[in-house]
């Protein structure tokens, strides 16, 4: 069965740091994307960073140069370091793991799995 375990979300002062972890576990297929998403309130759950297998990462325009993601295969973990936060950061952060399924045909498919969310609360 698998699970995406979220940690490091909290209440942090504007221009302070944040560095949130999403450890997958339970799986057999190899693990291809893994990304962040955030939702603040009344909003759509937007993305925030990917980094593809290659470990080349993407960045929405609103958070380049201050966030950072990253993953670590052997922990099957993709972090996101947030630093130099703003007040519009606020919003509940989903990682997103996509899994390679191998079929039997020799093609593949994908299966996404999202954490259930942690909450970043930035303000003074």
């Known amino acids: 069965q698998v699970q995406l375990v979220e940690s490091g979300g909290g209440l942090v002062q504007p221009g302070g740091s944040l560095r949130l972890s999403c450890a997958a576990s339970g799986s057999i297929f190899s693990i291809n994307a893994m990304g962040w998403y955030r939702q603040g309130p009344g909003k759509e759950r937007d993305l925030v960073a990917t980094?593809?297998?290659?470990?080349?990462?993407t960045y929405a325009d609103s958070v380049k140069g201050r966030f950072t993601i990253s993953r670590d295969n052997a922990k099957n973990t993709v972090y996101l370091q947030m630093s130099s936060l703003k007040p519009e950061d606020t919003a509940v952060y989903f990682c997103?793991?996509?899994?390679?399924?191998?079929?039997?045909?020799?093609?593949?498919?994908?299966?996404?799995?999202w954490g259930q969310g942690t909450l970043v609360t930035v303000s003074s």
């Open positions: 980094i593809n297998s290659g470990g080349i990462p």
């Open positions: 997103k793991v996509t899994f390679r399924v191998p079929l039997v045909t020799g093609d593949s498919t994908f299966l996404e799995v």
